[in-house]
């Protein structure tokens, strides 16, 4: 089974969906979709004394701009496993460049963490989560002598557009 691939599409809306975690809140370790087999594979540990500030990984079915599954940061009261699903709905979405590479970040709430499902826009979340998150994509590869740059912060209604547009380019890519 290929993840990004065969998850059913009805778990795949742009105000409701299924992630798929690659990274736990916390870890050094990069790991990424290896896109042939569907499983994790280690890029690299960070160059960096920086960590992951939230849950990251991707949403299947999701077709991004930089021909990745559409990147995702999940905020949860836990540290979440590789490789689980999450069931998410998006708050708002960080538009960054990575090595002059247009590079979204959508940021979701798991609908079943009584700490997070209040939030529902980032700007209720408070400044410092916001703060750890800008700085961290801001840093994260810098001793690599790669350039990132925060470009935007935008509403939940804004992330669910890229959303809803990744899901098309899905469709459109893998499935004609």
Same mark, same amino acid.
């Given at each position: 089974?290929?993840?990004? +691939?065969?998850?059913?599409?009805?778990?795949?809306?742009?105000?409701?969906?299924? %992630?798929?975690?690659?990274?736990?809140?916390?870890?050094?370790?990069?790991? !990424? /979709?290896?896109?042939?087999?569907?499983?994790? &594979?280690? @890029?690299?540990?960070?160059?960096?004394?920086?960590?992951?500030?939230?849950?990251?990984?991707?949403? =299947? $079915?999701?077709?991004?701009?930089?021909? @990745? =599954?559409?990147?995702?940061?999940? &905020?949860?009261?836990?540290?979440?496993?590789?490789?689980? /699903?999450? $069931?998410?709905? %998006?708050?708002?979405?960080?538009?960054?460049? @990575?090595?002059?590479?247009?590079?979204?970040?959508?940021?979701?709430?798991?609908?079943?963490?009584?700490?997070?499902?209040?939030?529902?826009? #980032?700007?209720? &979340?408070?400044? +410092? #989560?916001? @703060? !750890?998150?800008?700085?961290?994509?801001?840093?994260?590869?810098?001793?690599?002598?790669?350039?990132?740059?925060?470009? !935007?912060?935008?509403?939940?209604?804004?992330?669910? !557009?890229? #959303?809803?547009?990744?899901?098309?380019?899905?469709?459109?890519?893998?499935?004609?």
């Amino acid at each position: 089974m290929n993840i990004w +691939h065969n998850i059913s599409p009805k778990r795949i809306h742009a105000d409701d969906f299924c %992630a798929v975690i690659e990274i736990p809140k916390g870890c050094k370790i990069k790991y !990424e /979709l290896d896109k042939e087999t569907g499983l994790l &594979l280690m @890029d690299r540990v960070l160059y960096t004394s920086t960590h992951y500030p939230a849950n990251y990984g991707f949403i =299947p $079915r999701t077709y991004a701009s930089d021909k @990745d =599954p559409l990147d995702v940061l999940i &905020l949860s009261s836990e540290d979440i496993q590789s490789l689980s /699903l999450v $069931r998410c709905y %998006a708050i708002g979405v960080i538009i960054m460049t @990575d090595n002059g590479m247009k590079d979204e970040k959508i940021i979701a709430i798991p609908f079943n963490d009584p700490n997070y499902n209040s939030y529902h826009d #980032i700007n209720e &979340l408070p400044k +410092h #989560i916001f @703060d !750890e998150m800008t700085h961290f994509f801001s840093v994260y590869k810098q001793l690599e002598g790669k350039v990132t740059a925060i470009d !935007e912060m935008k509403g939940s209604e804004d992330a669910k !557009e890229i #959303i809803q547009t990744c899901i098309d380019n899905y469709l459109n890519k893998f499935c004609k």
